[in-house]
């Protein structure tokens, strides 16, 4: 297990990755799948309107499902968890409550259609800003990993230098 030494300033942000945890990904996947349907329903019922919003929110989408498995990949590389936990931020409530921020953005474009334009550009800006905060994270831990690593070694060829030279 890789040094824990850079973990506790996070508190919780990323941790040792928990075995008995399912790597169940259906909560933030059926929330993408929503809101993605969102976007496209509501850029087919007014193209001239909700185009571009939609397409913001479809490439906030694609955005976050690569930086889940840019996180997914570095979460089996180094074995540190790199979901985002303790954190209190707007920009991070959606993470994993994708689905509860279509419902949101739904209901409100349901009653006043004019809304959807602001809501889905809003929702693409959080969901985008979740997402660079992930990669982030996933840098950020690749980095340290690293640097813990180059120090060992560092250690190591210390040490062995050092017994050559008391061999003589």
């Not at 008995?20 to 259906?26: I, K, M």
């Not at 690749?142 to 060992?152: D, G, R, S, T």
């Amino acid at each position: 297990m890789p040094n824990a030494s850079h973990r506790g300033e996070f508190e919780g942000a990323a941790a040792p990755a928990r075995a008995d945890r399912p790597a169940s990904a259906v909560g933030p996947a059926l929330g993408t799948v929503l809101t993605l349907a969102l976007a496209l329903v509501f850029a087919w019922w007014d193209p001239a309107q909700n185009r571009w919003p939609a397409l913001a929110l479809v490439v906030a989408l694609g955005l976050d499902a690569a930086a889940r498995i840019v996180a997914r990949l570095v979460r089996q590389r180094t074995g540190v968890e790199t979901e985002f936990r303790g954190l209190r931020s707007p920009m991070l409530v959606l993470g994993n409550a994708m689905g509860f921020g279509a419902a949101v953005v739904a209901v409100a474009a349901g009653v006043c259609p004019d809304l959807f334009p602001l809501l889905a550009s809003a929702l693409a800006g959080l969901v985008a800003m979740g997402a660079c905060a992930r990669l982030a994270l996933a840098r950020m831990v690749v980095a340290i990993e690293a640097a813990e690593q180059a120090a060992a070694e560092a250690k190591k060829a210390e040490a062995t230098k050092r017994g050559e030279g008391t061999r003589r």
